[in-house]
Structure formats: C-alpha cells, structure tokens
C-alpha cells in the first residue's frame, strides 16, 4: 500500500468540499489512514466533521515557523492539531519562493513540538536539472531534515521536481529511483514522490522505490482521486 496525500493548494469551495467528502464517506473501500488531505485551513473543521467515520487524515498546506505572537495570518502548528491535523506539508516549492530553509526548519520544530508529522518537500529547479544539480540542491534542502532525523524525529519527505508541478511532466522511473536510491542511502524516512501525477501515470511510477504520493491537481477530482487511491491500495 502506498500513500496517498492530495495537496488542494488553494482550490475548492465548500460545495466541492461538501461532495469530496460526502462521496469518500460513502465509499470507502480503499479508504485507509494512508489516504491524507490537504486541505485550504479554513475547509478543515467542516473535513472532519464530514470524514469523522473515515480513516482519512487531515494536513497543514503549511504552518507558521513561530509558536504564538504578533504574526498577523499566520497560523500556528498548534492550532492544526487542535483541530485534528496529524500532518504538515512543510517547504512545498510555491512556498519556498518566500521562505528560507531556516524557516522551513523551524517549522518541522513546530510540527514536532505540536504532534504533527511534517511532510518535506525538496525538489530541483529544471534549469539546476539540466545544470546536473539535482543531487547538489535536494541535498541543502535535506540538512535540516537529516539534523531532525537525528535527534530521533519521524519526517517523511516528498521529491517534487519544480518542473514537474502542475506542468504535466514527470521525471522517468530511473531518474526517480537514481534519487531515490540517493535518499535511502541518508534517511530511512519515507520517501514520496509529487508533481503531475494523474491516474494515467501513477501506476508507473508505483513502480519507483516510492512510499507514496503527493498529488495537486488530479486530487481536486473525486473520481480521479478514487481511481489513484485504489492503485495505491493494491500497490505493494
Ligand atoms: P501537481 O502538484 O500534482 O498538480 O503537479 C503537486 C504538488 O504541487 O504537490
């Protein structure tokens, strides 16, 4: 079994909500807690309410790196898991324009402190691809991560090359696995891969040494996020 994190980003309504929810409630054959959603923040009360007979799990898009204060928006890792998030996705790519890798460490800390999993994106540019720095870059973004992992603390980490979010490329199974082979040899924290995953590919790439997937755009479906969690329910 595979997981399988769907990454609303900021999408949806609460109508869409309503029926996502409504129609996971009522079929929940695949259904396990390996199924995660994240979720715009201010849909997740209504999420649980709908999902509280289900196994799915809810998680942050993303939590500020400080504890409580004067930070106007910002929302803390605390207040995610007092509405019942077990995860956080911490330094997904549209994230990492505004914050540093400082900042995405503080944010783990955050999420430890609070009882959240973080979930850490890393992920190349495809100028730094072509530039063969792939390794180079994935690990600056890792060091926190493998600090973290140290000290005792689970962190699971998504691959999600930056050309290969919302643009309908992947990257092949071999380059997935020169990576992941990569990540084995530093972690032995799971290891998921993102970026244009759909229904038509993820049986593929369920080849890969993959944990799971993170899943944006495809996951706004119901039926197309059926037909994925269900292969990865059966994958192995
Ligand atoms: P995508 O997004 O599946 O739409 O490419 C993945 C992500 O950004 O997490």
């Not at 079929?27 to 807690?33: M, R, S």
């Not at 992941?180 to 590919?201: E, H, M, R, T």
Request: include cysteine.
């Amino acid at each position: 079994m595979k997981n399988f994190i769907a990454n609303w980003k900021m999408n949806g309504s609460i109508e869409v909500l309503e029926t996502y929810c409504q129609h996971l409630a009522s079929n929940q054959e695949h259904l396990t807690d390996s199924m995660i959603l994240a979720l715009p923040a201010l849909y997740i009360p209504m999420a649980r309410h709908y999902l509280k007979n289900t196994p799915v799990a809810i998680a942050a898009q993303c939590v500020s790196a400080h504890n409580d204060g004067a930070y106007t928006g910002q929302l803390s890792a605390r207040m995610f898991a007092e509405l019942g998030c077990s995860y956080a996705i911490i330094g997904h790519s549209e994230r990492r324009e505004i914050e540093s890798i400082e900042s995405t460490k503080n944010q783990m800390l955050q999420c430890i402190h609070s009882g959240l999993k973080p979930i850490l994106c890393i992920g190349e540019t495809l100028q730094e691809k072509n530039e063969m720095k792939t390794i180079e870059i994935l690990t600056s973004q890792l060091q926190p991560m493998l600090t973290l992992e140290q000290q005792g603390h689970d962190i699971w980490v998504a691959y999600e090359p930056r050309w290969a979010i919302g643009s309908g490329l992947t990257p092949d199974n071999n380059e997935i696995n020169i990576v992941a082979d990569w990540f084995k040899g530093l972690s032995a924290a799971k290891f998921i891969y993102g970026g244009s995953v759909n229904p038509d590919n993820i049986e593929n790439l369920a080849k890969c040494t993959l944990d799971g997937f993170l899943v944006g755009g495809a996951s706004l479906d119901y039926n197309l996020t059926n037909q994925m969690v269900s292969i990865c329910t059966h994958c192995s």
